[in-house]
């Protein structure tokens, strides 16, 4: 009998494929402890989860575990060293979610340009005189620097050209005529390029021990009318740098899904300002998405245990196949 752990609520449909296999037993942790993570992860055969944080040292006692399989892309609460030490495959939901956060993105690009907080705020006050202030602003023609042009980034630009945007992307990963046959301008220096744009975006990776991408240098670049806008992690942001951005006014707005903490503390800066839009890291939790990436978490899970790798879905396929040659 194998061992499937669940680390986080995930939709039926995906847990409908385990049942539906005689020889797997589920452990469904809706709401899990570390403590229960650490026991949970030992005696597994398999893992899929959520946000849940799995500690290194659970991962080195799981001597049945041959796979984790993320609810989502993101893998910063995955100990991947230890897996690739290990050889276990690390599979994300690669397409599942690109969607729903490039959406998410644009909610808050244009929540903050047409001033969405204030106005229905305003409307609810019987404050009709706030429409003469002439505050919000059109999206169209706009520079909007992109850091990251993977799946969600790319997303992203293709609903901002749609919209007139002037779309720019830093990312040394992708090859230039990638972005350059998607419509978009290559940057290489991305300390120049934080000063040309209108809206910052943010849509890459980030490991726990990495510092900042944006940080109180960066922000100092931005000019003081820019949108931020980070719907990725939230390790990439300064936070403290970025209230003072916020506060004196070097910095529009700024438009946030993920934080350092999360959820962050009641009385937490960042809550307090009004020119801010947030939202719980909700971006890829619509129906959609999230029924996409129970079902995609769960069958790539079924997928290793059966003997397949997709190179595809597998973050680390080259790290274990290099070990594996090496063995």
Known sequence: MLRIAILGRIREEGLALLRARPNIAIELLEDPSPEA?????????????????????AVERASRLRVISRHGVGYDNVPLEVLNRRRIPLAITASANRISVAEHAFFLMLA?????????????AGNWGLRERFAAIELWGKRLLLL???RIGSEVARRAIAFGMKVAAYDPW???????????????DLASALGEADIVSLHM????????VIGARELARMRPSAFLVNTARGGLV??????????SGRLA??????FAEEPPPPDHPL?????????????????????????ESVRNVLDVLDGRLDPAVIVNYREIAAAGEEA
């Not at 993570?37 to 040292?57: L, Q």
């Not at 990776?205 to 990495?210: G, L, V």
């Not at 300064?238 to 506060?247: K, T």
């Not at 307090?272 to 939202?279: K, P, Q």
């Open 174 to 188: 992708r090859p230039v005529d990638e972005l350059v046959a998607a419509g978009v301008e290559p940057v290489a």
């Open 148 to 150: 990251g042009f993977g």
């Open 253 to 258: 707005g700024a438009g946030l899904d993920v």
């Open 37 to 57: 993570v650490s026991r949970a992860v030992t005696a597994a055969d398999a893992v899929v989860v959520r946000t849940a944080r799995i500690p290194p040292e």
């Open 205 to 212: 990776p980030h490991t726990p021990d990495a510092p900042p």
């Open 112 to 124: 903050l340009a047409k001033r969405g907080r204030e106005h229905d705020r305003a409307v609810r």
């Open 238 to 247: 300064d936070e403290a740098a970025l209230v003072d951005a916020l506060r």
């Open 271 to 295: 809550l307090a300002l009004e020119n801010v839009v947030l939202s719980p890291h909700a971006a890829g939790s619509t129906r959609e998405a999230t029924l996409r990436m129970a079902t």
